[in-house]
């Protein structure tokens, strides 16, 4: 992980509004999966494993639209294989400036992913008790350009990738209520 510009730290503007989709399906051996993807080198997330999303577009009816046609756009998840499950909590990021939607969703594999070479070096597909599982969570202090003193960034091992910040939020919050069965998967 490098400590690379945060951007919209310390920044007083408003939020810049994006959707996720958070995509889980069960695989042949009765397995739940995580559909993650790992963004290409350069920009502000280079190298970051996250959710397939982005921000919202001035074509985008809703936010679930945008993720939807994120997730289209990015890996090549049909829309009609996808059932939102819920909306799940919404939050702020504090490097980036970004009010992300996360939606939980059940999705049928599609038979390859279709990625968006530019944006996507690889779809990931861990299972939900690897990314539970304490041998595979670590942390960090890392110093970000902008940011007074080293923070701790928390983090989950995906094969030689870090999971960590928004996407890590995201699935640090929803994976109890998931193991719990609150939605049906």
């Given at each position: 992980m490098s400590a690379k510009s945060a951007g919209a730290i310390?920044?007083?503007?408003?939020?810049?509004?994006?959707?996720?989709?958070?995509?889980?399906?069960?695989?042949a051996?009765?397995?739940?999966?995580?559909?993650?993807?790992?963004?290409?080198?350069?920009?502000?997330?280079?190298?970051?494993?996250?959710?397939?999303?982005?921000?919202?577009?001035?074509?985008?009816?809703?936010?679930r639209d945008a993720a939807l046609r994120e997730a289209w756009e990015e890996i090549g998840l049909d829309p009609s294989a996808v059932e939102i499950l819920t909306p799940l909590d919404p939050f702020e990021t504090r490097a980036t400036g970004f009010r992300i939607y996360p939606f939980l969703a059940r999705v049928t594999r599609p038979e390859q992913w279709t990625i968006a070479e530019r944006e996507v070096a690889e779809v990931l597909e861990p299972r939900v008790r690897d990314l539970v599982d304490p041998a595979n969570r670590?942390?960090?202090?890392?110093?970000?350009?902008?940011?007074?003193?080293?923070?701790?960034?928390?983090?989950?091992?995906?094969?030689?990738?870090?999971?960590?910040?928004?996407?890590?939020?995201?699935?640090?919050?929803?994976?109890?209520?998931?193991?719990?069965?609150e939605w049906s998967v």
């Open positions: 310390g920044s007083a503007r408003e939020p810049i509004d994006a959707a996720v989709l958070v995509p889980i399906y069960r695989d051996a009765g397995e739940l999966r995580v559909v993650l993807l790992r963004r290409t080198a350069g920009g502000p997330h280079g190298g970051q494993i996250a959710f397939p999303g982005g921000k919202l577009d001035t074509t985008d009816p809703s936010l670590g942390h960090v202090m890392e110093r970000f350009e902008g940011w007074p003193a080293p923070i701790r960034i928390d983090y989950i091992y995906i094969g030689p990738h870090r999971l960590w910040g928004a996407t890590y939020k995201i699935l640090t919050a929803m994976l109890p209520r998931l193991l719990a069965g």
